[in-house]
């Protein structure tokens, strides 16, 4: 069945960069839209960054425009977050996930699948 499983979770300095990965498996890669969600204790699971298959079209959080970048290799079915100028309010276990073809709102919780998650802690 379809697995998702991320890394690349680690803590940082404020104004550093961490590049997250999630591996996919068990479905064809390029047929689906993918997303980054991040949750915070106490907060709710929220959108980060998404990205629709074939066009590769991309959506961002507006906290998030400018600084983070999602991208696909489909050739090693892997979904890539790279995070610069990282601040403490990202912080948070970030997932991605994953939904069959087009998602029409990239940033909603409405995926199919989801990966267990990576920690990101950002500190001064």
């Known amino acids: 069945r379809v697995q998702l499983v991320e890394s690349g979770g680690d803590s940082v300095q404020a104004g550093g960069s961490l590049r997250l990965s999630c591996v996919g498996s068990?479905?064809?890669?390029?047929?689906?839209?993918m997303g980054w969600f991040r949750q915070a204790p106490g907060n709710e699971r929220e959108g980060v960054a998404g990205?629709?298959?074939?066009?590769?079209?991309?959506f961002y959080a507006d906290s998030v425009k400018g600084r983070f970048t999602i991208s696909l290799n489909n050739t090693k079915k892997i979904l890539y977050l790279q995070m610069n100028s990282l601040q403490r309010e990202d912080t948070g276990i970030y997932y991605c996930?994953?939904?069959?073809?087009?998602?029409?709102?990239?940033?909603?919780?409405?995926?199919?699948?989801w990966g267990r998650g990576t920690h990101v802690t950002v500190s001064s």
């Open positions: 990205i629709w298959p074939a066009t590769g079209r991309t």
């Open positions: 996930a994953a939904h069959f073809r087009w998602i029409r709102e990239p940033l909603s919780t409405g995926y199919d699948y």
């Open positions: 068990g479905y064809t890669f390029s047929s689906y839209s």
